[in-house]
């Protein structure tokens, strides 16, 4: 009998998960409730190489999840569910606030290019050269290999790929149990005994483990953007911007650019849009492309992240449970990060094996007995 996976969750960590396990023909239960969900209303820049962070766990994922983009792109196309615009590299310009982080950016693109290749060409360049908008006086550094995913549309492809390859999606809320080891998902229509399960439920991982009593140390973080429209940009191929504030710049296809995302710690699941918020990014945005605070706003996105009280990345085995993982917490870089952590949970379920330490990601420090 083939192994039957369960996965509580299908952003993009579950249904990565989901889609690599259903290819590999195993019998998949991927349940997806999808309210807030974080994939979908994310700005979707990839570019990890240079953030102020300091934690190598974190980076490890986040590095290898940009080299990961890659073969997971490939992968898909392969199958026939990529159409080529859902991942795109057209670079990254990141605006710093001294002259000193630019000449640290070229230093540290040489050390970080040997385990790194994607990173490309990184250069201090003139904004205005690479994206039109910005003021002519704006230094950036320019990082080649910058991209870009649409999460939404990854999610799509994903669930068309994940449901081609015979596995099961059910869009509804659910729980599970375990009883003598047998573990069960329940939902409104189905009960499903599983062999083994990912809890990849996002900002919502507290309430699936509360009822087998644990206490879990994710938060959920609001999430704003929007998105202007203007027929005469031909942006398509522009690069992301990465200004010191949160209003990043993400041209979108032909004609669409966003701008986004807050911040919100005090919110907790709430997913009204706020105007003085987005308010907000329009005057950060306006210091450095005053042009883009002409256009109305014509779509707007709210979502949930999910972040730890430390801000690690939450990734493994329950304690005392069998055959019972978990992946959250991944906070404002979780689409860099997410299709990997996906990806190595599938490989440890086929092969025993995966690239992710489990030493570095001490999960009880963030799931304990309450
Ligand atoms: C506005 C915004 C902008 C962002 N920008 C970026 C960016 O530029 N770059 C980047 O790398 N990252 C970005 N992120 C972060 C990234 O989107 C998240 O870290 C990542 O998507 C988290 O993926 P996930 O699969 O862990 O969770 P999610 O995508 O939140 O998916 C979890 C899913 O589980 C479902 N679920 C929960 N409980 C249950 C249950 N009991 N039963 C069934 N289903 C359940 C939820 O409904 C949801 O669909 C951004 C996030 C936001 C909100």
Excluded at 132 to 159: C, F, M, W
Excluded at 289 to 306: D, H, M, Q
Aim: hydrophobic letters at 35%; charged letters at 25%.
């Amino acid at each position: 009998m083939k192994e039957r996976i369960g996965i509580i969750g299908g952003g993009i960590v579950g249904s990565t998960a989901a889609y690599y396990l259903s290819r590999a023909g195993y019998d998949v239960f991927l349940f997806d409730e999808g309210t807030g969900q974080a994939t979908k209303a994310a700005a979707g820049i990839i570019n990890p190489w240079f953030s102020l962070r300091r934690n190598k766990p974190w980076y490890f994922l986040v590095s290898e999840g940009a080299e990961f983009y890659r073969k997971f792109m490939a992968d898909l196309e392969k199958d026939g569910f990529n159409d080529g615009h859902i991942f795109q590299v057209d670079g990254a310009l990141m605006i710093r606030r001294s002259d000193k982080r630019y000449l640290k950016d070229l230093a540290q693109a040489e050390e970080k290019r040997a385990n790194s290749p994607s990173i490309g060409e990184v250069a201090t360049v003139q904004g205005h050269d690479h994206l039109p908008l910005l003021n002519k006086d704006i230094q950036a550094t320019y990082v080649e290999g910058g991209g870009r995913v649409d999460g939404e549309a990854l999610i799509t492809s994903l669930h068309a790929a994940i449901k081609h390859f015979g596995g099961e999606i059910i869009y509804e809320k659910a729980q599970f149990e375990i009883n003598d080891s047998i573990v069960t998902i329940k939902s409104d229509s189905i009960k499903q005994q599983v062999d083994c399960l990912l809890l990849s439920a996002g900002a919502w991982l507290p309430e699936l483990l509360a009822p087998h009593g644990y206490e879990t140390d994710i938060r959920p973080q609001k999430g704003q953007l929007y998105y202007l429209k203007n027929e005469a940009w031909e942006n398509k191929h522009w690069p992301v911007v990465m200004p010191p504030g949160t209003a990043d710049i993400i041209p979108f296809n032909n004609g669409t650019i966003i701008i986004g995302a807050t911040h919100e710690d005090d919110q907790g699941y709430d997913l009204t849009i706020e105007k003085d918020k987005l308010q907000q990014l329009t005057e950060e945005v306006s210091q450095i492309a005053p042009e883009l605070s002409n256009y109305s706003i014509y779509k707007t996105k709210v979502g949930t992240r999910a972040h730890t009280s430390n801000f690690d990345i939450l990734a493994g085995k329950i304690p005392d449970m069998e055959n019972v993982w978990a992946v959250s917490g991944l906070g404002s870089s979780g689409l860099t990060s997410g299709p990997y952590l996906g990806y190595q949970w599938s490989e440890l379920i086929q092969n025993g094996i995966s690239t992710i330490d489990a030493s570095s990601f001490p999960i009880e420090d963030h799931i304990s007995r309450k």
